[in-house]
């Protein structure tokens, strides 16, 4: 577990695209699930070890902003994240899909341990120079996904704003912003890697056990 971490929230379907690959509707207010400070591993060269065993495991790579302060209402993005990380929302996609089918939270689908891997905090640029890279997901060397906060439905701001006045958020909160569209199956070895800008942020060898 990553330590420091209080509040771990999560926005769903916030690339179009994305939203579009799973047959989804496009959110017209941003969609927030959480997971475990549990579910939170480190992505730095470390083996990821997930319960294969509950079915199809998913990747979706992330922007993962740190929270430096606590939320006052009309404070700006800027000032309240000071850090942030790049990981991947590991989810099981069979188990999501009979919950979704049920009406049921996604909980044990998003929440399982190390279904959170992180890289090195790096410092914050600003909102404004987000937009100035890409970040890209690579699956065994080989692009799978390319994300950019000028592709997301909703922006950090609002993001922000609507964790914020809803649910509070505190020093230590982290917030994982959405995936872009070219998730996809897991295999046992697979090698993940995040690069920000062309540069090398996060690795992690996928390993399909229990999990434990």
């Known amino acids: 577990m990553v330590q420091g971490i209080y509040n771990v929230y999560c926005v769903g379907r916030n690339y179009k695209a994305h939203a579009e690959e799973l047959g989804n509707d496009i959110p017209t207010e941003p969609m927030i699930f959480s ?9 730095n060269g470390d083996e990821v070890r997930l319960p294969g065993h509950q079915g199809s495991v998913h990747y979706e790579g992330e922007l993962v902003l740190h929270i430096g302060k606590d939320y ?3 404070i700006a993005a800027d000032e309240i994240v000071d850090r942030m990380a790049f990981g991947i929302d590991f989810t099981l996609r069979d188990l ?99 690069q920000w800008g062309g540069t090398h942020v996060a690795s992690c060898v996928v390993s399909l056990g229990n999990g434990k």
Do not use: C
Not at 35 to 43: N, V
Not at 115 to 129: I, K, T
Not at 176 to 191: I, K, L, N
């Open 35 to 43: 997971k475990t400070t549990h579910s939170l591993t480190s992505m």
């Open 72 to 74: 006052i209402s009309g």
């Open 96 to 194: 999501q899909n009979k919950l979704k089918d049920k009406g049921h939270p996604w909980l044990p689908a998003k929440g399982f341990r190390h279904s959170a891997p992180l890289g090195e905090f790096l410092p914050f640029p600003g909102v404004g120079a987000l937009a100035d890279q890409d970040f890209t997901v690579l699956k065994n060397g080989e692009v799978v996904q390319r994300g950019n906060v000028s592709r997301m439905i909703f922006d950090v701001q609002t993001i922000v704003d609507y964790i914020g006045e809803r649910f509070g958020l505190g020093a230590g909160d982290l917030i994982f912003t959405g995936t872009p569209e070219g998730v996809g199956p897991v295999a046992d070895g697979d090698h993940f890697e995040i």
